[in-house]
């Protein structure tokens, strides 16, 4: 089994101000205590590897969640890129290419940003990382999807093991940090939800923990949706504890 942990940078400076895609900027100071509050809620959870984007706001957050641990870089890993686009506000977008803004927001599987990429390029590398991770984890290349299952009812309840039964049990456990809009295509090629509506399935809060689990034999668009977008770590108490 995989147990695959998903989580977004947090926040940079410019917040949600501007499209960031590729621009390369670090966290804010409420980025790091983010990224703390995560690290203190996965403190006793054994994580296997820890894989970043390697762009500089998810790095930091990847290096603060290892807890001196190694930090593996994927390029496939970067956010949607841009294009002319990058640096601007949604307003400014929509002022500068309103038909184009228009189309993109109602396919940006197929639209592409001016000279940047559509919800399908990021989804091409998204399925790259998923076979990879699938073939170096579970020890054999992806192959028809539910051939690996050994339960009737693999989504059902499933009871609390411990870290000791897990590890005997040979779950392998992998942390990924990477963005907003990559971690919500990754989740449409894992859990077979067509890539243009990312923006409408989806919700990628920074710092937020996200868990798919894969059983052996699984395809990469097999995964089991266990937790999506909890952000308890980040909640006073009384508050709800998702975004």
């Known amino acids: 089994m995989l147990t695959l942990l998903l989580t977004r940078h947090g926040l940079t400076p410019a917040g949600d101000a ?15 205590v983010q990224a703390e509050a995560l690290t203190r809620r996965l403190a006793c959870v054994r994580i296997d590897r820890v894989v970043s984007s390697p762009m500089l706001r998810a790095l930091e957050t990847a290096q603060t969640l290892a807890a001196g641990r190694p930090v593996e870089v994927d390029e496939r890993l970067r956010e949607l890129d841009y294009g002319r ?3 601007l506000t949604y307003a400014e977008v929509e002022a500068h290419d309103p038909e184009l803004r228009a189309r993109w927001e109602h396919d940006p599987a197929e639209t592409h940003s001016p000279e940047g990429e559509s919800g399908d390029d990021v989804a091409a590398r998204a399925l790259s990382f998923l076979v990879d991770l699938l073939e170096a984890e579970l020890g054999e290349a992806p192959s028809s999807p539910m051939s690996g299952r050994h339960s009737p009812d693999p989504g059902g309840s499933r009871r609390p093991s411990s870290e000791a039964q897990a590890q005997a049990e040979g779950e392998r456990r992998v942390l990924l940090v990477a963005h907003g809009t990559f971690n919500r295509i990754l989740m449409c090629v894992a859990l077979g939800v067509p890539v243009r509506d990312y923006r409408r399935r989806f919700i990628q809060d920074r710092t937020n923990l996200t868990v798919l689990r894969y059983e052996r034999g699984d395809t990469p668009d097999g995964a089991q949706l266990v937790l999506a977008n909890d952000v308890g770590h980040l909640r006073r108490p009384g508050e709800p504890p998702w975004g």
Do not use: F, H, K
């Not at 499209?19 to 980025?31: K, S, W």
């Open 85 to 87: 686009w990058e640096g």
């Open 18 to 32: 501007i499209l960031g895609g590729q621009l390369d900027v670090p966290l804010a100071p409420e980025g790091r």
